[in-house]
Nanobody
Framework: QVQLVESGGGLVQPGGSLRLSCTAS????????MGWYRQAPGKQRELVAS???????NYEDSAKGRFTISRDNAKNTVYLQMNSLKPEDTAVYYC?????????WGQGTQVTVSS
């Protein structure tokens, strides 16, 4: 059973930064594509950023230029550096493989951008 544990969320003012972390419990992490997803209240969960096992990245349009996804395979961890945060970035952020596996969803980490 693979477990994904997200951390690093919090309350930040507009224009601020946060770094999210997601640690996987299994070594399978090293060979799969990983993604950060988010779900805002009343909206569907969406893929924000993804990274292949070799490090190639892709971003949803609103995240381009502001978010950076990275991974440390030695630590089974994927990161999401979020800069220039906006109120519309407020959501619960999750990590999962790409495409996502339903049984892998964790609790997520809440990001709130507000003054």
């Amino acid at each position: 059973q693979v477990q994904l544990v997200e951390s690093g969320g919090g309350l930040v003012q507009p224009g601020g930064s946060l770094r999210l972390s997601c640690t996987a419990s299994a070594s399978i992490f090293k060979v799969v594509n990983m993604g950060w997803y988010r779900q805002a209240p009343g909206k569907q969960r969406e893929l924000v950023a993804s990274i292949t096992s070799r490090g190639s990245t892709n971003y949803e349009d609103s995240a381009k230029g502001r978010f950076t996804i990275s991974r440390d395979n030695a630590k089974n961890t994927v990161y999401l550096q979020m800069n220039s945060l906006k109120p519309e970035d407020t959501a619960v952020y999750y990590c999962n493989i790409v495409p996502p596996r339903p049984t892998f969803w964790g609790q997520g980490t809440q990001v709130t951008v507000s003054s």
